[in-house]
């Protein structure tokens, strides 16, 4: 059996330990950065939503700021924001490169998508219920708490579901700048030394790890929604 | 002193191109224990005068006096704990679909220093009003119209409000889940006196239960006043087409327009509307005045009701007879405070 995956993955021999390091990189930008953007993007979509027009806090000059700066860092490709953070990157965690350097640019690189899925899960809560927890007295800050977020958890797991899912392709390119994982072990193996086989392991298993969040997504929505 | 008293509200809603104004110099007052009916057409602006009832939209001038206070000059905190007096229900439920039925309910109760154990009894009691015992459980998805607006009840009513607002309630429902549902709101009233304001474009929702009821027209309110004097003695085109819609009675005209054979009248016949209210003598009144005046009277169709326990009717008849019998006839009739409308005459 083993000898049957080298004779198909020849390249793959003595490469079994820095894989596995690899993965546990990959994990570990995904989660550290992905958890920031949670915490940044649910803040920031709340915001966005409880200050459009119409929403119960609105404020339109404030909305009109914070949607703009969204849309700039959600504009500029992820490759570009790597190089553009550097300074930034160097100021937050001392270092540019490396699987720590590359969780400053993630955060950037992700935080504004974030946001969009939260503030489109978020919108989908009907003004009628809005109206209602009003109706019984609920506060701005009740209504945040007790309808937005509380009522709309599914649709918020989906937007999570969704973000790690691009997090995974945007750790991939942190590859590029050293940041370790997945993506770099690709480029070092398969792309510059030819060795295609390396190439398709790794692909299978961000596959497969794309596979179990968007399973582990669907089915805590499911359990969730009534 | 009045429990709601609106004042002179003015409310214009303006878009980038037009401005349409919802509410002109609307007032209107409604006591305690009333089951208070607010009619209009779409767009009539009832919607927007049930909501600045309890503040969801706020009038550009006017006072909303609220067992004597305006609480338009209130604090948006205290305006908050002053809507936990007066509940709302809505023309699709609003329940949260993410929280079972007797969470939904309890939802106004929790923050209030209630212990779970006095909110769980109050939600079953709750339950209990409203016929859901069984439901508690459950997710709003699973239940019907009906059943989900009597948890929309239950859930205004957790808190004990003075007030219930009921916008387009019915509107939603079946006719006879609507009938059930007012039942319900009927009950509530007289069980525990609770002052009940209802918008509706329906006139059969209004006359099923309300005791007073306001007209709207492009945003005035154009009459009000007791249930059976607008029944009785409608003022104003709208009213009357209103009130048109509750009853048979108004075919006759579309039968005429079209000239149907059932109104086809012989040499000597008059065809008239009888109306009345408050009694329910006319039918020994017919026979009456047969006799007295050797008329023939043929009832072609006609429509009963009750309005607030009254009887309120019309009968559409031909009156056979000489000219001088038939007038006699209609005198005596009108004397006995049966409006008479002579519709077509032979000719």
Known sequence: MIDLFFNIFPNMAGKGEELLLCTGQTLLMMFISGIISFAIGIVLGITLIVTMKGGILENVVFWTILDKIVNFFRSVPFIIMIALLIPVTRAIVGTAIGTTGAIVPLVFGTAPFFTRQMQAALAEIEKGSIEAAQSMGTSPLGIIFRIYFKESVPQIIRGVTITFISLVGLTAMAGAIGGGGLGDFAIRYGYQRYQTDVTIITVIILVALVTVIQSMGDFIIKKLSH | ?347
């Open chain 2, 1 to 347: 002193m009045p429990l709601i008293e609106l004042k002179n509200l003015n409310k214009t809603f303006k878009t980038k191109t037009s401005s349409v104004r919802a509410l002109n110099d609307v007032s209107l007052s409604v006591e305690k224990g009333d089951i208070f009916g607010i009619i209009g057409l779409s767009g009539a602006g009832k919607s927007t005068l049930i909501r600045c009832i309890n503040l969801l939209e706020r009038p550009d001038s006017g006072g909303v006096i609220i067992d004597g206070e305006d609480i338009i000059k209130l604090g948006e905190k205290e305006i908050r704990q002053k809507r936990k007096n007066i509940g709302m229900i809505f023309q699709h439920f609003n329940l949260f679909n993410s929280r079972t039925i007797a969470q939904n309910i309890a939802y106004p109760l929790r923050y209030g220093g209630l212990t779970d154990e006095q909110i769980e009894n109050r939600v079953k009691e709750l339950l209990e009003i409203v016929g859901l015992e069984s439901k508690e459980n459950g997710y709003p998805s699973q239940l019907s119209g009906g059943q989900k607006q009597r948890v929309g009840i239950a859930r205004a009513l957790a808190a004990n409000p003075q007030i219930l607002l009921c916008d387009e309630a019915t509107s939603a429902l079946d006719p006879k889940t609507t009938q059930s549902i007012l039942a319900l709101l009927k009950e509530l009233n007289k069980k525990l006196g609770l002052t009940i304001v209802i918008v509706t474009h329906e006139m059969s929702v209004i006359k099923a239960i309300c005791n007073k009821a306001a007209i709207m027209e492009n945003g005035e309110v154009i009459e009000q006043g007791a249930i059976f004097d607008i029944f009785s003695v409608p003022r104003r085109k709208a009213t009357k087409d209103f009130i048109a819609t509750t009853s048979n009675l108004h075919k006759v005209y579309d039968l005429l327009e079209e000239d149907s054979p059932a109104l086809h009248l012989s040499k000597g016949e008059t065809l008239a509307y009888f109306s009345y209210i408050g009694r329910a003598a006319v039918e020994s009144l017919i026979s009456t005045v047969s006799v007295m005046f050797d008329v023939r009277i043929n009832i072609i169709f006609g429509d009963l009701d009750l309005i607030q326990g009254m009887p309120m009717g019309g009968l559409i008849v031909i009156i056979g007879g000489t000219d001088a019998n038939k007038q006699k006839t209609i005198d005596y009739v009108g004397q006995k405070g049966v409006k008479v409308e002579v519709l077509k005459q032979y000719d």
